[in-house]
Structures are given as structure tokens and as C-alpha cells.
């Protein structure tokens, strides 16, 4: 049996090139990394719809026009809510998920995420973002370990920011996700396809995920999470539990995220 390719999608606001430190394990799988609509080398969305149905739209066409029989979708934070709406759309398209930090497996953003965000985007109404507010943001937002807040993250969302429709549509985005259609916590239970949910235990955004709606989800935590696209600072991989057992930490050490998504998807090829 030929294994699905995989389709990873990256989160808000970066690109699809935090995922280059994966592709050399995943072997001769072929693999798909699409920049979003609005994100680095993409167009921005037709019109000014920038709601996650938008985005939901734009994927799926997407994911039509490859015409491919079977994929594994691997998604990041707001990545992760269209993995999830993808499978939801295309049940007998997609075979497996791996979902990181994935936004909208709660009713509303939460309170925490909106504090760490606001005082970033309001500014950038009228003018773009410098590098000090930026590192300020990696530090306290999306790095545990803010060495990973380095002089190429910085610059490269200084620069992504600076033009002004770029900058406008990053910023409908981000307050997008907290409209009600960013959220599909209502519609885990009709997610079919064995899901692999990892999280951050110390996620300065997210608490440890709630999603328990599926009977074919399975989790694992990560004790210390750092989105870095080189390495997290510490993490683990799913002890693989039967399917429909509840989410659950682990504490494994020195475990790269390439193994955890690697392992899963062949783990989770063979739950189905």
C-alpha cells in the first residue's frame, strides 16, 4: 500500500519554510508545503474576506486542483484549524492528521492569546511592526526558550510586515481568529480519520489541548514546547494509547519533532 502524501500547513503569520527541518525524514513520501493565501510568496485572498471560511475555501480548492487519491495532513496552529476543517470537507481525501498547537479546538481564542497579540497588531494599523515589538512577540507568544527569537525570525517578519496590503491582510487575519467560524470545537466529533494532538504543557498561548470530541484522536504533550523550526527544547512522542482513550502528557526526553511527526504518521496508518 502506497503511503498518502503529506500536506503540511504552517501557521499564523509564517511560512511554509519552518517545516524544511522535517522533509529529509520523510523519506521518498511525497510532501506538499504550501505558503497560506496572505502568507510570504502566496497572493493575498480575493477580496477583504480574511475569516478562517475564507482561508477554508482557498485550501480546499487547493487541495482539489492536486488531484491526489489519499494525503496526511500535518497542520500548525492556525494550520492545524484548516487540517481539521480539510478532513471535515474531504473525509475521504485526507487518511491521517497531525495537529501542532492547533488553534480553534477551543469555543473562543483564548483570553491569554488575545493579551499576548493585541498589543502587537493594534500598532500596525498605522504603521509596521520594528524589530524590537516583533521579538517581543516571538519571546512571549511563540518561543518558550526565547534564544529562538533570533536575528532571522525578526527580520524575515520585519520584512514580511512592511508592505502595506501584506500587512493589512496579517492583520484581518489575526483578528479573524476570533470570529466564530475560527473555531471548530463543535465539530470534532465528526472527525473520522486517526489524529495525532500535540501540544505545548507550557504554551504561553494555549493550555493543554481540550479536543477529546473524536473517538479516533489519540494525544501527546509536550512538557516544554518552543515552535522552533531547529529543535524544541524538550519533547516526546505518543505512547500510542488505543484510540478513544483520553489525551494524556508524556514526559520523554530528547525527542525531536521530526520523530514525533514521522513515527505518528506511520503509527497512525496503521489505526485506521
Not at 500535540?198 to 470530541?213: E, F, I
Not at 509536550?222 to 515552535?227: L, T
Request: net charge positive.
Amino acid at each position: 500500500m502506497t503511503d498518502p502524501s503529506v500536506l503540511l500547513f504552517h501557521g499564523y503569520p509564517t511560512w511554509a519554510e519552518v517545516w524544511l527541518p522535517l522533509f529529509r525524514s520523510l523519506g521518498a513520501r511525497a510532501w506538499i508545503a504550501p505558503d497560506l493565501p496572505c502568507h510570504d510568496k502566496s497572493s493575498v485572498l480575493p477580496g477583504k474576506d480574511r475569516s478562517l471560511t475564507a482561508y477554508r475555501r482557498a485550501v480546499t480548492a487547493f487541495v482539489d486542483a492536486l488531484r491526489l487519491p489519499k494525503l496526511a495532513v500535518v497542520g500548525s496552529s492556525m494550520g492545524g484549524s484548516l487540517g481539521i476543517m480539510l478532513a471535515l470537507d474531504r473525509p475521504d481525501l485526507v487518511e491521517r492528521l497531525v495537529l501542532l498547537d492547533a488553534a480553534g479546538l477551543t469555543a473562543k481564542i483564548p483570553g491569554r492569546a488575545v493579551r499576548l497579540y493585541l498589543p502587537f497588531l493594534l500598532p500596525c494599523f498605522v504603521r509596521a511592526p520594528g524589530p524590537g515589538s516583533v521579538r517581543e512577540l516571538l519571546r512571549k507568544g511563540v518561543f518558550f526558550d526565547p534564544r529562538y527569537a533570533d536575528d532571522a525570525w525578526v527580520r524575515t517578519i520585519v520584512e514580511e510586515w512592511a508592505p502595506r496590503a501584506r500587512r493589512s491582510a496579517f492583520v484581518a487575519t489575526g483578528f479573524a481568529l476570533r470570529r466564530r467560524d475560527a473555531s471548530i470545537a463543535a465539530d470534532l466529533g465528526r472527525v473520522r480519520v486517526p489524529t495525532l494532538v500535540v501540544w505545548g504543557r507550557q504554551d504561553p498561548q494555549y493550555a493543554a489541548s481540550p479536543a477529546r470530541g473524536s473517538p479516533r484522536w489519540r494525544g501527546a504533550g509536550i512538557s516544554r514546547w518552543s515552535r522552533s523550526p531547529r529543535r524544541p527544547a524538550n519533547s516526546c512522542r505518543s505512547s500510542s494509547p488505543p484510540l478513544g482513550e483520553s489525551l494524556h502528557h508524556t514526559s520523554q526526553r530528547n525527542r525531536s519533532i521530526v520523530a514525533i511527526i514521522t513515527s505518528c504518521l506511520k503509527t497512525l496508518g496503521s489505526a485506521k
